[in-house]
């Protein structure tokens, strides 16, 4: 299978805990973006990078969440401290990212996570 | 703020149905439009998409999606639904001009398809 893997597929954690989580997007695309999904809504943007580049973060992005794409291949989302709040899935997409245009998401499986 | 509504939060039909889902969305300018679905227990899978040209879009499984610029309207159709067609539907938009990448969803519209 050549789509978007994330890892782990499930999270349960203690508040406070730090969690990490890991996206293996398709191999030829440049453009990588984190998503987080709560019960009944759609996906909220959280950010995205070009290659290894964090191009954008949205405002719900705390300073407890941070990205990373060293290499511009897999990437990962650590939350440090988690509440409550952050239960939810955590989804990953990758694009192509070739300049100048719209481009179809992937999306892979989702990280769900839930904070006791 | 750019937003995406759906018209109905569930919706259940017999098989055999027809199908209409609605979506909206509030932005002025130029966007480009999504059909994302999302089957019991697998991940978002895109239906069809929406970028230029013929605002009658046709996508998988059978599924079509008509633009209306001055409804600001992308609704989803497929004359006949299926009990495979049970999902989790959702509408989505991204903004030229602005960023192709930062894609918007609406609530998402839960399908349940009776046999």
């Known amino acids: 299978d050549t789509g978007v893997s994330q890892n782990p597929r499930h999270k349960i954690t203690k508040r406070g805990q730090n969690v990490t989580f890991r996206c293996d997007p398709i191999s030829e695309h440049n453009r990588l973006y984190w998503y987080r999904q709560t019960l009944g809504q759609g996906p909220e943007f959280l950010t995205y990078?070009?290659?290894?580049?964090?191009?954008?973060k949205s405002r719900l992005l705390s300073d407890r969440f941070s990205a990373e794409r060293p290499k511009g291949s897999f990437s990962t989302l650590e939350i440090q401290r988690t509440e409550q709040g952050d239960s939810a899935m955590y989804l990953c997409a990758s694009s192509v990212g070739l300049a100048g245009g719209p481009e179809t998401q992937y999306f892979g499986p989702g990280t769900r996570l839930l904070v006791l | 703020a750019q937003s995406v509504s759906q018209h109905n939060h569930h919706v259940i039909l017999s098989e055999a149905a027809s199908l209409e889902l609605g979506c909206n969305y509030s932005?002025?300018?130029?966007?480009?439009l999504f059909w994302y679905v999302q089957y019991p227990g697998q991940h978002l899978q895109l239906l069809l998409k929406?970028?230029?040209?013929?605002?009658l879009v046709k996508g998988i499984k059978g599924f079509e999606a008509e633009f209306i610029k001055s409804k600001f309207s992308f609704n989803l159709r497929k004359p006949s639904v299926q009990w495979s067609d049970t999902a989790e539907y959702f509408c989505a938009v991204t903004e030229e001009g602005t960023s192709y990448d930062k894609v918007i969803f609406g609530p998402g519209t839960s399908l349940s398809v009776i046999p």
């Open positions: 990078f070009q290659n290894e580049a964090q191009l954008e």
């Open positions: 929406y970028f230029s040209g013929d605002p």
């Open positions: 932005y002025g300018g130029t966007v480009n």
